[in-house]
């Protein structure tokens, strides 16, 4: 038999567990376990405290452990832990729409409910699609998404995205009829930059030369994260959202905008359009909108979207779309709880307070070992490293691994170190995490 394709066994008490985006053997062979985890700290199972620098996974924003949600959810659970939303309703799925109608940007007021970001990319890029036909432009069905993009994992949000290692894999099963911007990450021109860059609007043209290659006819819609996350934090330059939009109303192009980490105050008001001043068609949201507590996703439509669909004969079902628990109770309770502790401590807003020190914090970084590009724009920060030759991603996992055992989580991709604490964060913690990333780059070759 091939040695290489023995299984590896690791620890049996691990093995069971097929971890996602993991190395799995890896991990199995030196875990990392955390065991609970309150306010801005996680603490392993080995009992050691652990300072949160990237909410979770982008999503923890108003701190771990909060009695409200738990409160809520629990209640829940013991008035009624389910009910369908198929032909039938509850309350709180209303009561949670309307909340978030309240802060949605203007116009962005119907809501369709999912369980994760990949739903609601999924689910946006589908109604792109039908309200086309809807409107009698079925033909328009062309999807434009950009290189680097991540818009989670469904077939359509990896069509969309623009991410080598999460396409190489399944390369021919992707959506047909999809294509792509370039994007904007270009040290030459933007290394350093503090908060948004200044050059690089232009490339937001170049959805001009994919509407002249395709016919503005034949594309449903383009989908940009306003700051992408997972590919290792990549930031619109001035202008370029604007010019995005500008494009797409010209040819009729519906814009969603990704807000699956922007979303719930990351970037200092409630979503990034409102920071940017760009009003999308569709918004994509996960993550921030229960605190993590309990899976929930939810994209935002424009009225007339939806109301494009509300025609025909009333018994009819208008979209042809749902999943078991879209508005699932114990989620909108979770989400409730959730929006109430973001209106009650401002935390929607929190981070633009926050983003000048940590800026100043995460710049600080310029000049130490490795370090070829530092980004930030509310409370998201990346340090940029060289990578070591013939092994990409190596230095940056060390320098993952030694944040950790130093008592500090962020988050790695490839040599792309990541942070985007809890919205409570304070000062000193900021440093906390600004020092021990310092400290760590020192001493990694
Ligand atoms: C912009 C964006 N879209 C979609 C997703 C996918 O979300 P989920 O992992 O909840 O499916 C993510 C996850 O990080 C994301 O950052």
Known sequence: MNARLTPAVTNPELDAFWMPFTANRQFKANPRLLARAKGMYYTTADGREVLDGVAGLWCVNAGHGRREITEAVTKQLETMEFAPTFQMGHPIAFELANRLAKIAPPGLDRIFFTNSGSESVDTALKIAVAYHRARGAGQRTRLIGREKGYHGVGFGGMSVGGMVNNRKFFGSSMLPGVDHLPHTLDLEHNAFSRGIPQWGAHLANE?????????????????????AGSAGVVLPPAGYLKRLREICDKHDILLIFDEVITGFGRVGKPF?????????????????????????????SQRKIYDAFMQGPENTIELFHGYTYSAHPVACAAALATQDIYAKEGLLTRAATLSAPWENAVHSLRGLPHVIDIRNYGLIGAVELEPRQGKPGARGFDVFLKCFERGVMVRQTGDTIAMAPPLVIETKQIERIVETLGAVLRETD
């Open 207 to 227: 959805l001009e030369r994919l509407v002249a290659l395709h016919d503005a006819s034949t594309i449903a819609a383009v989908i940009v994260e306003p700051v």
């Open 272 to 300: 990034a359009a409102l920071a940017f001043e760009v009003t999308p068609d569709l918004i994509t949201t996960a993550k921030g909108l229960t605190n993590g507590a309990i899976p929930m996703g939810a994209v935002f």
